[in-house]
């Protein structure tokens, strides 16, 4: 089962994250556990993929939203360098980001199990 501090050994801010959410803990597990499955990683990596940056840069922004909003401090960090990048429509690998954030989202899905 989840804990804040599992989640605070994964790297996230849960203080900041508990008070985004009124300091109710079951919500914001709840709000945490659902990240993985959250649609906007493979939009990203196929909007990548296809090179519609345009696309990219809205579900990267999308994400670093949604994880900075919990706190999620690494994960966040990744998804604002894929966005710092695509905001000016970089064409560049971004293979090695898109495979650190897949992997912080597996590790992320594996403290729920």
């Known amino acids: 089962?989840?804990?804040?501090e599992a989640l605070k050994q994964?790297?996230?801010?849960?203080?900041?994250?508990?008070?985004?959410?009124?300091g109710n803990e079951?919500?914001?597990?709840?709000?945490?556990?659902?990240?993985p499955n959250e649609a906007g990683f493979e939009k990203l990596a196929q909007s990548i993929g296809s090179k519609?940056?345009?696309?990219?840069f809205d579900a990267a922004h999308a994400l670093k939203g949604v994880l900075g909003n919990l706190s999620l401090t690494p994960m966040f960090e990744k998804a604002s360098e894929?966005?710092?990048l695509l905001r000016s429509r970089t064409d560049t690998d971004y293979s090695s980001l898109l495979s650190q954030l897949s992997d912080m989202r597996d590790e992320l899905a594996k403290l729920y199990e």
């Not at 994964?10 to 009124?22: E, Y």
């Not at 919500?27 to 990240?35: F, N, P």
């Open 26 to 35: 079951a919500l914001y597990l709840r709000l945490v556990g659902s990240v």
């Open 82 to 84: 894929i966005t710092d």
């Open 1 to 4: 089962m989840i804990t804040l």
């Open 52 to 56: 519609d940056y345009d696309a990219a």
């Open 10 to 22: 994964f790297g996230a801010d849960t203080d900041k994250g508990l008070a985004m959410c009124m």
